[in-house]
T-cell receptor, first 114, second 112 residues
Framework: GEDVEQSLFLSVREGDSSVINCTYTDSSSTYLYWYKQEPGAGLQLLTY?????DMKQDQRLTVLLNKKDKHLSLRIADTQTGDSAIYFC??????????????FGTGTLLAVQP | DTEVTQTPKHLVMGMTNKKSLKCEQH?????MYWYKQKAKKPPELMFV???????INESVPSRFSPECPNSSLLNLHLHALQPEDSALYLC???????????FGSGTRLTVV
């Protein structure tokens, strides 16, 4: 993705925590998102955070945002084999006038070992 | 209804065919999008329809043409495609101003 970078691969054991990292360059981003994509499927919105927040927790998911460093992370507690998928971070940018567009990171493949 | 519905789920077409992909949402979202996703790559924006105005990614070839019959539908017309256009085509909608973008399950397109 343009200017949104992620590490390509993460392997964890079932029950461990997973941390997926993302860096972005556009300081005007207002919302940042995490999407999950299973093989052959569409994109599932997991969570999102407004840019004036630094943390958001939703059940097993914790999002941390360091706006100064333009760094976003997704922590999955008690990772399960069903969490195996590609995870994309994304930021919403202005596309002209009142129109916004979503720019995706390169994606991180999470492999959960039983 | 919190879904974006895309049809068909799979499509195989020849390079001389004309086909259409359909996308529908009933969430009252005023912005709709088409994205193209190649294998192992992130989705790339093709078109945005927002505030009754169509915005086009300039890198998208003219053999793809969007149509918005009403605020709930955004179709994608395909004509004279090339094998490299084979990909997963994803439709999405959003509330303008932020919040979540909801994606459909996609159309897997194969051009032969």
């Amino acid at each position: 993705g343009e200017d949104v970078e992620q590490s390509l691969f993460l392997s964890v054991r079932e029950g461990d925590s997973s941390v997926i990292n993302c860096t972005y360059t556009d300081s005007s981003s207002t919302y940042l998102y995490w999407y999950k994509q299973e093989p052959g499927a569409g994109l599932q919105l997991l969570t999102y955070i407004f840019s004036n927040m630094d943390m958001k927790q939703d059940q097993r998911l914790t999002v941390l945002l360091n706006k100064k460093d333009k760094h976003l992370s997704l922590r999955i507690a008690d990772t399960q084999t069903g969490d195996s998928a590609i995870y994309f971070c994304a930021d919403s940018r202005n596309y002209g006038g009142a129109t916004n567009k979503l720019i995706f990171g390169t994606g991180t493949l999470l492999a959960v070992q039983p | 209804d919190t879904e974006v519905t895309q049809t068909p789920k799979h499509l195989v077409m020849g390079m001389t065919n004309k086909k259409s992909l359909k996308c529908e949402q009933h969430m009252g979202h005023r912005a709709m999008y088409w994205y193209k996703q190649k294998a192992k790559k992130p989705p790339e924006l093709m078109f945005v329809y927002s505030y009754e105005k169509l915005s086009i990614n300039e890198s998208v070839p003219s053999r793809f043409s969007p149509e918005c019959p009403n605020s709930s539908l955004l179709n994608l017309h395909l004509h004279a495609l090339q094998p490299e256009d084979s990909a997963l085509y994803l439709c999405a909608s959003s509330q303008e101003g932020g919040g979540g973008y909801t994606f459909g399950s996609g159309t897997r397109l194969t051009v032969v």
